[in-house]
Structures are given as C-alpha cells and as structure tokens.
C-alpha cells in the first residue's frame, strides 16, 4: 500500500466525517435555533419568555414600579443585567422575544450550508475551485451581516416590548456590537481572496502548459 493512496483514503474518511459533523451542527441549529422557536410563537411548544437586558440604574426598581410591571405580566430582576420576563406573552410578544434567536438560526444554518459545500469539494482533494472563493466571501459577508443585524434586532425588539410599560424607563435602547465577530468577518473575507487568488494563479499556470 502506497502512501498517496493510504492518504487518498483517509482525505476521503475525513472529508465524510468532516460533512456528516457540519450536518449534524445543521439539524441541531435548525432544531434549537429556528424550529423550536418559531414552534413556541404559535404556542405549539413552550415559548421564549425571557429577554437578558442591561438597565440604566444599578438599583432595584421602586416597589411601585415593580408591582406596576407585574400588574401587567412583565417582570424585571437584576441589576445591571437583568431578567425581562414575561408571565404570559401574547403572540406579538412572544414574536420578538424569539426573533432574534430565529434569525440568528438562520444566519447559521446558511453558513453550515456554505461549509458543508465546501467539505464536499475535499473529497477530490482539491478545495481551489472558484466556487468555494464565492462561499468563503458569501461567509464572511454573512458573519458580518450577523455581527451588526443581531445586536441592532435584539436592541429594536427589546424597545418593542418594553414600550409602555413601566419597565421601559429603566432599560434604555442599546445594542452591544462585537468586534470580535467583525473581525472573524473580515479574515474569512481575506481567506476568500485567497482562495480567488489561488485558483486564477492555478488557471494561469495550467494555460501555460
């Protein structure tokens, strides 16, 4: 047995093993992420309830404030970062408390998506195909689409649920932006470029033979 057929074989393994573990994150992504969720704004499932969210004063609300809030089925516990919880959400409600949950889920399942394409194109040993340039740049686009849409939708929505009630004036409308996120973006974008780069330098050499 050759070493390059040896290694043929276990690039092959791997890449079966590496498409099977991105499909089974996908399943458990469209399950818990997007299908639950979505299930329990219909009421058919237990519904998201909770919002997490960082309030403007370090102090406990006022007993009036508080009995207030709970009059109307909203409670808030905690101090910087609270607990907004709602004892029966109705449908709108239950709607943005679980839309970005839902959206995030979606922007994942598209990403394992573009990853499990790209698994497959490792089967014949060759991941230097335009294509999988157009996916990694897709990728990063859409990790910088999630590191900006994500905080700005939970910051709207929270402002949703919280307008009119007495819970309002103690949660002020702000969305928490990671740089991180962004910075994963743009290195995934600049492996894209290479990935471009490196199947048009392929393209030219071939022409030459």
Do not use: C, H
Request: aromatic share 6%.
């Amino acid at each position: 047995m050759s070493a390059k057929s040896w290694w043929s074989r276990w690039s092959r393994t791997d890449s079966r093993l590496l498409e099977a573990a991105l499909g089974l994150a996908a399943l458990l992504a469209g399950v818990f992420e997007v299908l639950l969720p979505a299930l329990g704004v219909v009421g058919l499932t237990e519904p998201v309830d909770t919002r997490e969210v960082e309030t403007d004063t370090a102090t406990l609300m006022p007993g009036e404030v508080a009995q207030a809030a709970a009059g109307q089925g909203v409670t808030l516990t905690g101090l910087r970062e609270a607990d907004l919880v709602f004892t029966d959400p109705d449908l709108g409600e239950r709607l943005l408390l679980a839309l970005p949950q839902i959206i995030g889920g979606l922007f994942l399942l598209l990403i394992l998506a573009l990853l499990f394409q790209l698994a497959r194109t490792l089967r014949d040993g060759d991941v230097f195909v335009p294509r999988n340039a157009r996916r990694l740049s897709v990728v990063g686009l859409v990790v910088l689409a999630q590191a900006v849409l994500a905080p700005a939708l939970s910051a709207l929505t929270t402002e949703m649920l919280v307008g009119g009630t007495p819970t309002g004036d103690r949660i002020p409308f702000s969305a928490a932006f990671s740089g991180g996120y962004v910075l994963l973006a743009l290195l995934i974008l600049a492996l894209g470029e290479v990935f471009r780069r490196g199947t048009k330098l392929r393209a030219d050499v071939e022409g030459l033979v």
